[in-house]
Nanobody, 124 residues
């Protein structure tokens, strides 16, 4: 079981990026896929989760309205579209997965499968 986040980079405030979480070893059908980020000097925080069983997506308040999860079943990939980027969005972004539904609060201990992160740097 492997997940790998791609697509990070350096952008100016107001810009957009699309991060990809490529999944191998399982299909995300039946899984919850979460997105997390860890800013410099801060703890990792959960920001979004997609539940294929429930066909719902959850977002934390800090990203609601700017971040959007989408999926491509054929590519077994989950995307995180990030718009209106702010300097405070600078962080390493991770995707994680586990069987079942999304937790009501997106916390890292819920997920057993993690990928390496991808760095997003937003300049003002």
């Amino acid at each position: 079981v492997q997940l790998q986040a791609f697509g990070g980079g350096s952008v100016q405030a107001g810009g957009s990026l699309r991060l990809s979480c490529e999944i191998s070893g399982f299909t995300f059908d039946g899984y919850a896929i979460g997105w997390f980020r860890q800013a410099p000097g801060k703890e990792r925080e959960g920001i979004s989760c997609n539940s294929s069983r429930e066909s719902v997506t959850y977002y934390e308040e800090s990203v609601k309205g700017r971040f959007t999860i989408s999926t491509d079943n054929a590519k077994n990939t989950v995307y995180l579209q990030i718009n209106s980027l702010r300097p405070e969005d600078t962080a390493v972004y991770y995707c994680a997965g586990d069987l079942g539904n999304c937790p009501l609060v997106i916390y890292e201990e819920y997920f057993n499968h993690w990928g390496k992160g991808t760095l997003v740097t937003v300049s003002s």
